[in-house]
């Protein structure tokens, strides 16, 4: 991997390029992302079926043949081994028992003049997780978008996966039949996030699209945006570790992989204060990289976005990993608790050389749909709230208008707004 130390004049440069490690240059594949969009929404299921011919492998010709029937998604559920099963329902109820945390209850407010003001909360109607079926498949990733969905009470939950030479993956289905999901389309890409924003013969118009996906998916997500509502704009996956002399290299090199392995364009950043936690670390990702069998992605995501960074101390390599505000941050330090209070941008923070970021991927509880590309810096992991919207509630006494009514004609009447102050002042005694 390459080593940079802060010490070194031209380290500015170097951690300049880390910083645009997974700057996604939309414009080339906007016009293709805008050409799909406006193809769903002019003939809704024959463009489906086109861009399934042309990106999977297959040609569907009748609408039936885009949903995944429930009696499969229940057969794949019941075919599971039973370890797997078992792991599956650990998952499904850790993640489960996490989000039920999040989640608001409407409240109300009564003031002692008789007004009320409060807020109601309620799930959306509809919600549309996209699942990528690319390189690989993520049944993971069925929870982590599907569950946060249930626990707000959204009534009808539909998915959207790519199916490469029309074959589903088992495990993946088996995961919608333990969400109770119903309505499963074999639809992938830029397409999937236009059907679901826009509808279709087949695909009901969704209020809120998540889940991750290609630069193609990322493009259309942006693009759909307020027409729905959306999760985030993700991009490849990264890790960042903060680690100090009490680490472990060879943990620190496969933790760097569990990211690389995922993509070519991801990354895996460390940033330590020892030059020998370096070394050995780098030297450990070489002799792991040999071992997996996705080699050659791993290779090339460590090669061109993977980074070591000697700090001089940690406070300047928090400071350094502040700015990254990688998606995943592990923290393999003596006392990582110490250090907390210091990190302001990560999407999840993993704590301790017993908590490494594969366990939060899977088993922890905690959402997985995290901010990437230094989004931290503004974006939240998925959660239940994204799946729920918000009316403010406000009901004035007789009281309350004879007490507040005149300040608010007088600022409408700031403004130029005679109809505001009038519909104020013909309420007033």
Request: proline residues 4%.
């Amino acid at each position: 991997m390459n080593i940079y130390a802060t010490s070194q004049s031209n380290f500015s440069t170097n951690f300049k390029k880390i910083l645009n490690r997974s700057s996604m240059d939309m414009s080339e594949v906007m016009p293709i992302v805008s050409g799909i969009i406006s193809r769903i929404r002019e003939s809704g299921n024959s463009t489906l079926f086109d861009d399934i011919s042309k990106f999977d492998g297959w040609k569907p010709t009748s609408a039936s043949d885009l949903e995944i029937s429930e009696k499969l998604m229940s057969d794949s559920y019941d075919a599971l081994e039973p370890k797997l099963k078992k792991a599956l329902h650990v998952a499904y109820d850790r993640i489960f028992a996490y989000h039920k945390k999040q989640k608001q209850n409407s409240w109300f407010d009564t003031e002692s003049s008789g007004t009320i003001l409060g807020q109601k909360i309620i799930p959306v109607n509809r919600a549309g997780l996209y699942i990528p079926g690319g390189k690989a498949a993520y049944p993971s990733s069925l929870l982590m978008n599907a569950i946060p969905a249930i626990v707000a009470g959204v009534e009808e939950i539909i998915v959207c996966t790519p199916t490469p030479e029309n074959n589903p993956n088992s495990l993946l289905l088996a995961a919608c039949h333990l969400c109770g999901i119903k309505k499963v389309y074999k639809v992938g890409g830029a397409s999937a996030i236009a059907a679901m924003a826009y509808g279709t013969q087949s695909i009901d118009k969704v209020d809120v699209i998540t889940g991750p996906g290609n630069i193609f998916v990322a493009t259309a997500k942006k693009m759909v945006y307020g027409d729905v509502n959306i999760d985030m704009i993700a991009g490849p996956s990264e890790i960042g570790i903060l680690a100090d002399s009490s680490a472990n290299p060879n943990h620190l090199a496969v933790d760097l992989l569990s990211q690389a392995e995922h993509d070519e364009m991801a990354s895996s950043i460390m940033i330590t204060t020892s030059q020998k936690i370096a070394d050995e670390t780098s030297k450990e990702v070489d002799i792991w990289l040999k071992k997996l069998n996705r080699e050659k992605i791993a290779r090339v995501s460590i090669e061109e976005r993977g980074a070591i960074i000697v700090a001089r101390d940690m406070d300047e390599a928090i400071s350094l990993m502040n700015e990254i505000a990688p998606e995943h941050l592990e923290v393999v330090t003596k006392n990582p608790f110490d250090y907390l209070g210091a990190i302001k941008h990560a999407g999840a923070i993993f704590l301790g050389a017993n908590t490494p970021e594969a366990i939060g991927d899977y088993i922890a509880g905690p959402n997985h749909t995290l901010p990437t590309g230094s989004t931290a810096k503004f974006y939240s992991p998925l959660s239940v709230d994204h799946f729920m919207k918000k009316s403010s509630i406000i009901a004035f006494s007789s009281e309350a208008m004879n007490e507040l009514g005149e300040h608010c004609a007088l600022l409408a009447d700031a403004e130029g707004l005679d109809a505001h102050a009038a519909s104020v002042r013909v309420r007033l005694k």
